[in-house]
């Protein structure tokens, strides 16, 4: 859990800048938005600092929000041993379903974090 928020943390730093460059791109009504340009007129008009609006807000989401992915996801594979002593498998086809089994963990986890983080 722990690491999870540490690593939503360390990611605000790349994914905020991305973040508000998607919304205004979603915002824009001349087509398509040249995020080169955008990010050159933030800089011009606000700094570093523009790249950097709604930190707070994305991490009041994210940090929360991967430490319960993280968590969920270690949970999940943690049933997969009590999994196999219920339905066990061939050796062959074993590779297969640790495969699918995370898979499926790693989605389910992505869903129980935005349960809990995405407004």
């Known amino acids: ?3 999870g928020a540490l690593a939503g943390t ?3 730093s790349i994914f905020v800048p991305m973040d508000l460059l998607k919304i205004r791109a979603q915002l824009t009504k001349k087509g398509k938005l040249n995020y ?3 990010t ?3 800089m011009s008009e606000q700094g570093i600092r523009g790249l950097y609006r709604g930190f707070w807000a994305c991490a009041a989401r994210d940090t929360p929000g991967w430490a319960i ?3 969920s996801y270690e949970w999940l594979k943690a049933q997969e041993s009590k999994l196999n002593k219920i339905c066990p498998v061939s050796e ?3 590779p297969m379903r640790d495969f699918i089994y995370r898979l499926n963990a790693g989605g389910t ?3 129980i974090s935005w349960i ?3 407004p």
Request: glycine residues 4%; aromatic residues 16%.
């Open 92 to 94: 062959k086809n074993q």
């Open 109 to 111: 986890a992505g869903v």
């Open 10 to 12: 360390a990611s605000l």
């Open 40 to 42: 050159r007129a933030i």
């Open 1 to 3: 859990m722990w690491a």
């Open 36 to 38: 080169l340009s955008e």
């Open 69 to 71: 992915y993280f968590s």
């Open 116 to 118: 809990f983080s995405m």
